[in-house]
C-alpha cells in the first residue's frame, strides 16, 4: 500500500510517500511566492492549490497511484469560496496586522474558557470580523471559510471537513466539546455554517473525485484529515504519553509538550501559550516558540562563516560552558514575551571573544530560550520528562548536547529528513487500516538515533549562566524602545 502525506506550508508544499512496512518510496517539493506589502501579508489560495497539485502528479508520474494521501497544512490561514468555488480574496497569513482592533473586542476569560488561547489577531476569527467589517460584499458571497488544510480536501474531494487541531487555531472551536463554539462565532456574528465539519484527526474525507484523479495521475485515492503542522510533527516524533514533548529545531524552535489536563491557571494564556486537543483523545498540546532557532544560526552562517557547513562551524565548539550570552530574537520575541519590537543581544563579548565562541553562544542561547519555555509551562504542571527532536537542526550532535545539559533533558533525534508527513502518514495510514493504531504505526515508521544524555555537571555550569540569561530580556529591552 502506498501512502502519502502532503504538508502545506507557507512558502511550499512537499508530499512524501512511504508503504506500510515503513519504506520511502518518494518525495516531490514545490515552492510559491508570499506578498507582503506594509501590514498586509497574504497569499493566493489558486497559488497553493496548483502547487499541490503539481506535487501529487509528479509523484504519481514517477511511483504510480497512490491508495491514500493525508492532508496536513499550517495554521489560521483561511479561504473564502463563492458558491461556484471561486476564490473572492488572497488568504491572510497570521503575521498580517488586519484584525487587531476585532480582536480586541472579545471577553478575553471566555475565550480562554472556550478556545484555550488569549484573543489574538493571528486568529481566523478576528480576521474573518475584519472581511465581513470592511468587504461586505466579499463576505456576503462566501458559501464557505476553510482553511488550508479543509480547502485541499474539499477542492479533492467535495466535503468540507476539518479536522480538531487546525479547528483550534481559528479562535473558534471549544476545546472541551471539540466542536465549533455557537457563543463565540455568534458574538463574531459570523455564520457558523459556512465552516467545515469539524472532525477527528485521521479522519476519511472520501475518495477524490473523478475529475481530480484524472487530471493527477491517480485511481480511487482515499483523502484523510491529518492535522495541524506542528500535532502532525508530534505524531511523526512519536510522541504520545504525557511527559513526552517534541523539539522542532527548524527554522522557527518550536517545542510541542503532550499533557493530560486542560491548565486553569490564566497566567498559561497571558504568555500567548495555547491548548490545542491532540490526535489522542483526552489528550492536549501547546506551543513554546522562539521566532529564530535554526534562523539565528543561519544567520550566523550567512553572514560570518560563507560556504562553510554546518558540520565544520560544529567542530569548531569547544566543550565548555559559553561565557558570552547570546539573546536569540533575530525575528522579535515569541513565548513567552510575544514582543515583536525585541532584539537580539550579545554579551560579554571581549577582543579575545573568536568568531566560533559567537556560533557557540547562539546554540546556547537558543536552549536557553527553550529552558525559559519549559520553567514557564511547569507553573501549569507541564513538565516534560524526554524531548524528541526535528529537523534540520536535530542534526547537529553538539547542538542536541548543549541543549540536553542546559536543560537537563534526554534528548532522542528523530531519523526522518520530514517528521511532519510521516506523521500525516501515520494518521492516513491507520485511517485505512494499514496499521491498528498509532503506536503500531510507530513501531514501523518512526526511527529513533542514540538519545543524548544530559552532563549534570555541565548542567550546574549551565544554571549559574542561565541565572544571569534570565535577567537579559527586562535590561536590554527599554534600550530597543
Known amino acids: 500500500m502506498k501512502i502519502g502525506g502532503i504538508d502545506i506550508g507557507t512558502t511550499g508544499s512537499k508530499l512524501t510517500v512511504y508503504d506500510e512496512l515503513g519504506n520511502f518510496l518518494g518525495r516531490e517539493y514545490v515552492e510559491y511566492e508570499i506578498s507582503r506589502n506594509t501590514g498586509e501579508h497574504e497569499i493566493d489560495g489558486n497559488v497553493i492549490f496548483d502547487g499541490v497539485k503539481e506535487v501529487i502528479k509528479k509523484t504519481a508520474a514517477k511511483i504510480g497511484n497512490i491508495d491514500v494521501i493525508g492532508i496536513t497544512s499550517f495554521g489560521e490561514t483561511f479561504v473564502m469560496l463563492d458558491k461556484y468555488d471561486n476564490i473572492l480574496l488572497p488568504s491572510m497569513l497570521y503575521t498580517d496586522g488586519r484584525g487587531i482592533e476585532e480582536a480586541k473586542t472579545f471577553d478575553e476569560k471566555q475565550v480562554i474558557d472556550i478556545a484555550g488561547v488569549k484573543p489574538n489577531s493571528m486568529y481566523s476569527l478576528p480576521k474573518i470580523m475584519w472581511v465581513k467589517k470592511n468587504k461586505p460584499e466579499i463576505y456576503e458571497k462566501a458559501d464557505k471559510i476553510l482553511l488550508f488544510e479543509d480547502f485541499i480536501v474539499y477542492m479533492l474531494t467535495g466535503n468540507a471537513v476539518i479536522d480538531r487541531s487546525l479547528a483550534a487555531r481559528t479562535m473558534g472551536l471549544d476545546i472541551k466539546t471539540l466542536d465549533w463554539s455557537r457563543e463565540l462565532f455568534d458574538f463574531a456574528g459570523v455564520d457558523i455554517s459556512k465552516m467545515s465539519k469539524v472532525v477527528k484527526s485521521g479522519n476519511i474525507a472520501g475518495k477524490i473525485k473523478p475529475d481530480m484523479a484524472k487530471e493527477l495521475g491517480l485511481l480511487d485515492t482515499v483523502i484523510v484529515n491529518g492535522c495541524h503542522d506542528q500535532v502532525a510533527s508530534a505524531v511523526g516524533a512519536g510522541a504520545f504519553s504525557s511527559g513526552e514533548a517534541v523539539d522542532g529545531m527548524g527554522t522557527v524552535e518550536c517545542v510541542t ?90 554579551l560579554g563579548v571581549t577582543l579575545e571573544t573568536k568568531k566560533e565562541d559567537l556560533y557557540k553562544a547562539i546554540l546556547e542561547g537558543v536552549a536557553y530560550e527553550t529552558l525559559i519555555n519549559l520553567k514557564e509551562l511547569e507553573k501549569s504542571k507541564i513538565a516534560p520528562k524526554k524531548l524528541y527532536a526535528t529537523g534540520g537542526g536535530a542534526n547537529s550532535r553538539v547542538w542536541l548536547q548543549i541543549k540536553a545539559d542546559i536543560m537537563g533533558l534526554p534528548i532522542t533525534p528523530i531519523d526522518a529528513p520530514e517528521v511532519g508527513a510521516l506523521g500525516t502518514i501515520m494518521l492516513a495510514g491507520v485511517s485505512v487500516g494499514a496499521f491498528s493504531n498509532l503506536n503500531e504505526a510507530k513501531s514501523v515508521m518512526v526511527k529513533e538515533k542514540d538519545t543524548i544524555y544530559p552532563n549534570s555537571e555541565k548542567h550546574n555550569e549551565y544554571m549559574k549562566q542561565f541565572a544571569k540569561y534570565e535577567k537579559i530580556y527586562k535590561a536590554v529591552r527599554p534600550i530597543m524602545e
Open 257 to 346: 509538550p503532550v499533557f493530560d489536563t486542560i491548565p486553569k491557571n490564566k497566567e498559561l494564556y497571558d504568555n500567548s501559550y495555547c491548548v490545542v486537543p491532540y490526535v489522542e483523545e483526552g489528550k492536549y498540546v501547546c506551543y513554546a516558540f522562539s521566532f529564530t532557532g535554526g534562523a539565528a544560526a543561519k544567520w550566523y552562517r550567512d553572514n560570518f562563516a560563507k560556504d562553510i557547513s554546518y558540520k565544520e562551524l560544529d567542530s569548531k565548539v569547544d566543550d565548555k560552558v559559553g561565557e558570552i550570552l547570546c539573546l536569540p530574537h533575530f525575528a522579535g520575541a515569541a513565548t513567552p514575551y510575544m514582543d515583536a519590537g525585541s532584539k537580539a543581544a550579545f
